[in-house]
């Protein structure tokens, strides 16, 4: 009698792996994860887009980007990271306005969503580094901000970065510590 029960528990539990399993490579067939090569820029292709999008016209991401930002703005991005979340990729702040490691608003994200001219999902993506980085990216391309500086203020201020002394100190010491 234990036998048998045994080796139907080892049967259920059989079927219970295969049916995870084959949810996994469903979830991969439809586009869940690609490997790719991801920089943010308007001039190169964009992997993984599908056609645009009915209400918006504009190119929705179907597929994750790896990080792929270049050396030269890593530091800026830690930086900004540390300020914003202490590194928190769940952190919630401007009491809800603001989300993720990067703490980006809603406005912030679909300005640069327009700009860059692809929909990524805010209450999905809003939590990837590898998405902020890119909405970030975009926004900073977007109101021609080119030097470290201008970027941590851009990202702190908006467009007039007014009121960003003391926080572009902060990035900037972040950065200073971390060479």
Known sequence: MQDKMRDSAFIVVG?????????????GVRGGVEAHNYTP???????????????????????????????????????IRQVESAGNDRAVG????????????????????EYGQIDFDYDIYIWSRSHGEAIMSW???????????QRARLHNGGPTMQGTDEYWAKVKAIMEANQ
């Open 94 to 113: 401007d009491e809800g306005k603001s989300l993720g490691p990067y703490q980006i608003s809603r406005a912030y994200w679909n300005d640069a969503c």
């Open 41 to 79: 820029t308007l001039a190169e292709e964009k992997p993984g887009l599908a056609p645009s999008s009915p209400s918006t016209g504009r190119r929705v991401q179907t597929v994750l980007p790896e990080r792929g930002v270049p050396a030269t703005l890593r530091p800026v991005f830690d930086a």
């Open 139 to 149: 926004y900073w391309q977007r109101y021609g901000a080119t030097t470290d500086e």
């Open 15 to 27: 079927f219970i792996l295969l049916a995870g399993i084959m949810v996994v490579m469903l979830i």
